[in-house]
Structure formats: C-alpha cells, structure tokens
C-alpha cells in the first residue's frame, strides 16, 4: 500500500520529498495482522457483497476480473472458486491487456448483458485499472470496483464499489491488501454461487464460516514462518534469482510470493507454473538455484511432488510450503515451510501466501537492503525513472 508522502523541508518550494525507506520489519507487522483482518472483516466485506449484488445477479455467467500486481495476482488465486463455487467462466486479466485487447464489445460485438467486471486496485489509483472499469461500462459490461480507498478514481470509474478497507494500515508491499482482495473476492464468488442456485443459502453459510476460521491456520503458518525464515533467508541469500512454483490457485500464490521477494529484497524472483517451470526454467543456471514449490492439497497436488523431485534431482535447492502432516512433498525438500491446517483448494490462497512477508523481510535484512530499492542512490531529477505504487 502506498503511504502519504511528507513535505520537503525546504520553505515554500512547494516539493514532496520521497517517504525515508521502509524496514523490512514492516513485512512481519504486515503479517502478524492477518488473522485478525479475517475474524474482523470477512463478516463486514460479506454484508457489503449481500448488499452489492441482489439477486438480478443470477444472470451472470462471465466475470472478468482485471488488475495490475497484487491485484491481477489475487485474480489468479481465485479463478477456480469462481468456477467451481459459482459456475462461471471467470477470466484473469491483466489491466493493459484489457484495455487494449480484451475489453467487452471489443470489435463491434454484440455488448455482453451477463458479464460482469470486478476492476481491483487497493489504492484505487492504479491507471490502466481505472481504465478498465470505463472500458467494461462502455461495452456494456457491468463493472465493480473492488478497493481498500473509498472515493477513489477507480471507484468512480466503475457502477458500484465493493470496498475492502483494513484499519491502521502502513505504507508496506502489499500482504494485508493482498489478502483483503483475494477475501472480497472469495466472498463474491459465494454470492454468485448462492444467486445462481450453485449453492444453497445453508452451504454459502458454511463457506462463510470456514473463511472465518481460516485465521487460526493463518496465525499458526505465520508463526511457523517467522520461527524458521530467519535461518532459511540466511542459507539462501547468495542466490541471485528463485523461482516460486505453483499450479491453479497456487500459481496465482507463486506470483504474489515472487513479487514480494522483488519488492522487498530486490532478488530477482520469478512465479511460475509447475508444468511450464519443467518445460523452460529448469534448463536455467546456476543449478543451486533455490525453487519454491507451493503445494496446497487439491488437483495439482500430486503434479507439486512430481516437480519437487525432479528440481531436486537437478541439484536445485527446493523449499517446500505444504501442509506440515502430509510427507508427500517435503521429502523432497532441502528446507520446508511447513503449512498448518487443512484448506480447500479454492480458499488455499489466504493460507499458502503466508510465508512470503517473512522470507522477503529477513532477505531484505540479510543482504543490508530496502523495499522498493530504497537503499540505492536516489536518481537525479533529470534522470528518466518510473514511479510506481501497489496496485
């Protein structure tokens, strides 16, 4: 999340100086406040769904759903709940893509009347973002904005607003915001589902209640971490790339863990598919290259320890993040993080991300850095640069 910026010093020069770069420690506040979000707002985000989305809403049966970063990888976490919970053709996209190549009535086509767009931007600032939900509307698509800033830009780009905002928030890479995104959007996913007799009101009631509970797994696996990142940060900070591998909602995992390790520490990390990570990446050097197999119990679960043993069979140093109970993928780990409780598969996301916020934070400290690459000299103001946020 993007924090207030604080005025320069200098009298009347009318500049914003740069906020003083992040501690890593932020990560780990970031996290210790999970489980609290979730016993805290899944009750208050699923009012607001309810209330959001009537029951004309039964008609839907595309939604597309479009971001940039955290959120486009929070759409990727949760296209098999869409699918599976609510029966639709549910569509990860991409903010640029969407605005220039996917957008609805794209090409003079007849406007959709059942589509639905959810544009996700936490700040509610993110451009193309904001674009997309104009984009949706002017095709004839209905678009929701969901987003943790009320009033914001792509709030009044789109028809209504899902609002997913947290308390005593800090400027930090995104892991509350993530985790708030990837909620509301469980959440309209069980709407959907309930609305479109997917599901009856007693069994949406029960997926409710089992996104409550998550939060004790969630504090359990965020206490594991913390315990065991600090020694597996140090035994694998001289690598100068990893790979975070996972397939269904686990690749949407695998690139929000990627992104974090980037922000956080500037190592190079890549999210990858399972499949696609033996097709190309594994021919990569140098062959010590830490791999990390996320595993949540499900349809590719199977296919993670296949990958897991032939990363290691490579020479690769591969971590595991699977379920502490089951040996079927950490016996091929050179280290594991070990996951607490049982999830399915289409919630696993809220549980399996955990571990990032702690790896990335004591990366950054093992190797004396700042997120966002803070520590380096700042460019001049004639220097060419590009200033993003969280999305």
Same mark, same amino acid.
Request: hydrophobic content about 40%; proline content about 9%; overall charge neutral.
């Given at each position: 999340?993007?924090?207030?910026?604080?005025?320069?010093?200098?009298? !009347?020069?009318?500049?914003?100086?740069?906020?003083?770069?992040?501690?890593?420690?932020?990560?780990?506040?970031?996290?210790?406040?999970?489980?609290?979000?979730?016993?805290?707002?899944?009750?208050?985000?699923?009012?607001?769904?309810?209330?959001?989305?009537?029951?004309?809403?039964?008609?839907?049966?595309?939604?597309?759903?479009?971001?940039? !970063?955290?959120?486009?990888?929070?759409?990727?976490?949760?296209?098999?709940?869409?699918?599976?919970?609510?029966?639709?053709?549910?569509?990860?996209?991409?903010?640029?893509?969407?605005?220039?190549?996917?957008?609805?009535?794209?090409?003079?086509?007849?406007?959709?009347?059942?589509?639905?767009?959810?544009?996700?931007?936490?700040?509610?600032?993110?451009?193309?973002?904001?674009?997309?939900?104009?984009?949706?509307?002017?095709? !004839?698509?209905?678009?929701?904005?969901?987003?943790?800033?009320?009033?914001?830009?792509?709030?009044?780009?789109?028809?209504?607003?899902?609002?997913?905002?947290?308390?005593? =928030?800090?400027?930090?890479?995104?892991?509350?915001?993530?985790?708030?995104?990837?909620?509301?959007?469980?959440?309209?996913?069980?709407?959907?589902?309930?609305?479109?007799?997917?599901?009856?009101?007693?069994?949406?009631?029960?997926?409710?209640?089992?996104? =409550?509970?998550?939060?004790?797994?969630?504090?359990?696996?965020?206490?594991?971490?913390?315990?065991?990142?600090?020694?597996?940060?140090?035994?694998?900070?001289?690598?100068?790339?990893?790979?975070?591998?996972?397939?269904?909602?686990?690749?949407?995992?695998?690139?929000?863990?990627?992104?974090?390790?980037?922000? =956080?520490?500037?190592?190079?990390?890549?999210?990858?598919?399972?499949?696609?990570?033996?097709?190309?990446?594994?021919?990569?050097?140098?062959?010590?290259?830490?791999?990390?197999?996320?595993?949540?119990?499900?349809?590719?679960?199977?296919?993670?320890?296949?990958?897991?043993?032939?990363?290691?069979?490579?020479?690769?140093?591969?971590? =595991?993040?699977?379920?502490?109970?089951?040996?079927?993928?950490?016996?091929? !780990?050179?280290?594991?993080?070990?996951?607490?409780?049982?999830?399915?598969?289409?919630?696993?996301?809220?549980?399996?991300?955990?571990?990032?916020?702690?790896?990335?934070?004591?990366?950054?400290?093992?190797?004396?850095?700042?997120?966002?690459?803070?520590?380096?000299?700042?460019?001049?103001?004639?220097?060419?640069?590009?200033?993003?946020?969280?999305?």
């Amino acid at each position: 999340m993007t924090g207030r910026r604080d005025p320069d010093p200098r009298a !009347g020069a009318g500049i914003q100086a740069p906020p003083p770069p992040l501690d890593p420690g932020v990560m780990l506040r970031q996290v210790d406040a999970l489980a609290g979000d979730l016993r805290g707002r899944t009750g208050l985000f699923d009012e607001r769904v309810r209330t959001l989305l009537p029951a004309r809403w039964a008609a839907v049966d595309t939604v597309s759903i479009v971001g940039d !970063g955290d959120s486009y990888h929070a759409a990727c976490a949760v296209r098999m709940a869409f699918a599976t919970l609510a029966g639709v053709d549910c569509r990860p996209v991409n903010a640029l893509r969407f605005v220039e190549y996917d957008h609805p009535g794209l090409g003079g086509g007849r406007p959709p009347r059942d589509e639905l767009t959810l544009a996700v931007s936490a700040s509610g600032r993110t451009p193309l973002v904001v674009r997309s939900a104009e984009r949706a509307r002017e095709g !004839g698509a209905h678009a929701i904005a969901v987003t943790g800033t009320p009033d914001s830009p792509v709030a009044r780009a789109a028809d209504d607003t899902l609002l997913v905002a947290l308390p005593d =928030t800090e400027r930090s890479p995104g892991v509350r915001t993530y985790q708030a995104s990837v909620l509301g959007l469980l959440l309209i996913a069980i709407r959907l589902g309930a609305l479109r007799g997917r599901l009856t009101g007693q069994e949406a009631d029960a997926l409710r209640d089992e996104l =409550t509970a998550l939060a004790g797994p969630v504090e359990a696996t965020a206490g594991a971490a913390r315990a065991r990142c600090p020694e597996l940060a140090g035994r694998i900070a001289d690598a100068p790339v990893l790979s975070v591998l996972g397939s269904g909602p686990s690749h949407g995992t695998a690139l929000f863990a990627a992104a974090k390790v980037i922000e =956080t520490s500037g190592v190079f990390a890549t999210g990858q598919d399972l499949e696609e990570w033996c097709h190309v990446e594994r021919f990569a050097r140098p062959p010590g290259t830490p791999v990390i197999v996320v595993a949540a119990p499900g349809r590719a679960y199977g296919h993670a320890a296949e990958v897991a043993a032939r990363a290691a069979a490579l020479g690769r140093r591969v971590i =595991t993040v699977a379920p502490e109970d089951d040996p079927g993928v950490t016996r091929h !780990g050179w280290a594991a993080l070990p996951v607490t409780g049982r999830v399915r598969e289409e919630f696993s996301p809220l549980l399996y991300h955990v571990f990032a916020a702690p790896l990335s934070c004591h990366l950054a400290q093992h190797l004396g850095r700042a997120p966002f690459l803070a520590d380096l000299p700042r460019p001049t103001p004639t220097t060419p640069q590009h200033r993003g946020e969280t999305p």
